[in-house]
């Protein structure tokens, strides 16, 4: 008899251990270690929504990683003098010169709860890089001037770290063997002075690629990445372009720059000042409509600028190349809006790299967007900028596959 009693105990014990087991939540952490991939990045499906803060819930323990490694190629050279100095000059250096041969390690997971797709990607950066073609003053020629959009060399990185994704939306030639390759025309004629030789557009016509761009300046304003597309561009050589906006909804940046004359000639100055403001990289529509930003008014032939209450003589310092710590942003920043504004974001710089937490609908009922059936999968590319404008280091042929 006791030896029936001891089996019928230890079956009872055997059948709450598997009750309790298949009732343990998909998320659960303490789930084995869901393991990783360099090609696939499997989209768990969540039982709840992960906090959109820029710190790493124990949730995302359970979704495989996607890791990989970003390199930047290297590409033919300029043709052209691509920044404002130096016109007509022949650089003589590679499109993504002296970025290119960098590589940036990635992990990147995803979930899916409800209507909406969630994603954590984090790679390896020591800078959390802001300086983006800041206005500082030159005395040489007394004029107001920005920093370098494209480098020189590699003490002439001023610009801001990014990321971007693409998806096709329905079919796409070319895409599913060379992803984001398949958008990309090298190589092309010089069409206009300052164009750049590399284009990115379709061959043909009515198809579509989703694009996802995160900027670090000018994507903090409301925490969004700015949702973009690629369509067909007839092959012009390089005045041929197929990257736009979404069909809806508005930037959420604009250039801080305006046109005046300073007794002479007329000269680019920066649109808005904060008097007394440091290490400033960003002039928020905030900061323009309370007027603590001021607009600048007048210039004159020694580079001092007014604004209604005051004036900044740059003779008083602060505002030198690379090293000012007054000098002025380049860009004013607000919301994205409507098709623009379909992705929120939440990005962090740890002191090593970047964590970025960001979220979409599965299905945001917009032509210019991928839907994410559950049940089909998606090649995608993922792209990292590094300080860099143009020069990003690229991972293709990656798919996204949802756990069934």
């Not at 709840?48 to 124990?58: H, S």
């Not at 390896?124 to 007394?142: I, T, V």
């Not at 996802?212 to 969004?224: D, E, F, I, L, P």
Request: proline share 4%; net charge negative; charged share 25%.
């Amino acid at each position: 008899m006791q030896k029936y009693f001891i089996q019928l105990v230890a079956l009872a014990f055997i059948v709450t251990t598997v009750a309790l087991s298949g009732c343990k939540k998909d998320d659960d952490p303490t789930d084995p270690d869901p393991g990783e991939s360099t090609t696939e990045l499997l989209v768990k499906q969540f039982s709840t929504a992960p906090g959109l803060d820029g710190n790493i819930d124990d949730m995302w323990a359970t979704a495989q990683r996607l890791v990989g490694t970003t390199e930047v190629p290297e590409l033919a050279a300029r043709g052209t003098h691509l920044n404002g100095d130096g016109e007509g000059v022949e650089e003589n250096l590679g499109l993504f010169a002296p970025y290119s041969g960098e590589k940036y390690n990635f992990t990147m997971r995803s979930g899916y709860v409800g209507s909406d797709i969630y994603f954590l990607l984090e790679w390896e950066d020591e800078a959390d890089s802001r300086d983006r073609q800041s206005w500082y003053f030159d005395p040489s020629d007394k004029l107001w001037k920005g920093e370098h959009k494209y480098a020189n060399n590699v003490d002439d990185k001023y610009y801001e770290d990014k990321f971007a994704m693409l998806f096709p939306i329905g079919d796409v030639t070319g895409f599913n063997a060379s992803t984001c390759y398949a958008t990309c025309h090298q190589n092309l004629t010089l069409e206009q002075p300052k164009d750049k030789h590399t284009r990115h557009y379709l061959t043909k016509d009515g198809e579509k690629v989703d694009m996802w761009h995160w900027k670090r300046v000018r994507g903090t304003y409301a925490g969004q990445v700015d949702d973009q597309m690629m369509t067909y561009a007839e092959p012009t050589g390089s005045s041929a372009n197929g990257r736009h906006g979404d069909s809806t909804g508005e930037a959420g940046y604009s250039g801080n720059s305006q046109t005046l004359n300073n007794g002479e000639v007329d000269v680019s100055v920066p649109k808005y000042i904060i008097p007394n403001k440091t290490e400033y990289y960003w002039i928020s529509q905030d900061d323009i409509d309370n007027g603590t930003a001021k607009m600048i008014t007048e210039v004159d032939i020694d580079g001092v600028l007014s604004y209604d209450g005051g004036t900044i003589n740059p003779a008083d310092g602060g505002y030198e190349h690379a090293t000012g710590n007054k000098r002025f942003p380049s860009v004013t920043t607000k919301a994205f809006t409507l098709g623009r504004a379909d992705i929120s974001i939440e990005a962090k710089h740890t002191g090593n790299g970047w964590v970025c937490e960001f979220t979409r609908k599965l299905n945001t009922n917009d032509a210019d967007d991928v839907v994410f059936d559950v049940t089909k999968e998606f090649p995608f590319g993922l792209a990292i900028f590094n300080n860099a404008a143009i020069a990003h280091a690229i991972k293709p042929n990656l798919m996204l596959k949802f756990e069934q």
